[in-house]
Nanobody
Framework: EAQLVESGGGLVQAGGSLRLSCATS????????IGWFRQVPGKEREGVSC????????WYADSVKGRFTISSDNTKHTVYLQMNSLKPEDTAVYYC????????????????????WGQGTLVTVST
């Protein structure tokens, strides 16, 4: 059974930084894209970033390009999201996910086809 456990959320002032971690187990790490979605109440879940641990390729939403960096530690089966220059509009619950298809992040509503999710971690950016 796939397990994804997020950590690292919290409260930070605008302009600050946080690093999220997603520790995974129960599936073949290299065969999946692993990454992050975020969601605020009343809105659809949106793709933030994903990485292919097998070749290191990455994808970022336009709203976070240049501020967020995703990476993976293939020995620990863990993915990280370094978030810098945080803005109040980055406030959301961040969910880690694993899926064989990159399009699950890049296509609207692609998240609906993902079966493997973490429990979510709240990121709050204050003004």
């Amino acid at each position: 059974e796939a397990q994804l456990v997020e950590s690292g959320g919290g409260l930070v002032q605008a302009g600050g930084s946080l690093r999220l971690s997603c520790a995974t187990s129960g599936f073949k790490f290299d065969d999946f894209y692993i990454g992050w979605f975020r969601q605020v109440p009343g809105k659809e879940r949106e793709g933030v970033s994903c990485i292919s641990p097998s070749d290191g390729s990455t994808w970022y939403a336009d709203s976070v390009k240049g501020r967020f960096t995703i990476s993976s530690d293939n020995t620990k089966h863990t993915v990280y999201l370094q978030m810098n220059s945080l803005k109040p509009e980055d406030t959301a619950v961040y969910y880690c996910a694993a899926d064989p298809l990159r399009e699950s992040w890049t296509v609207a509503w692609g998240y609906r086809y993902i079966d493997n999710w973490g429990q979510g971690t709240l990121v709050t950016v204050s003004t």
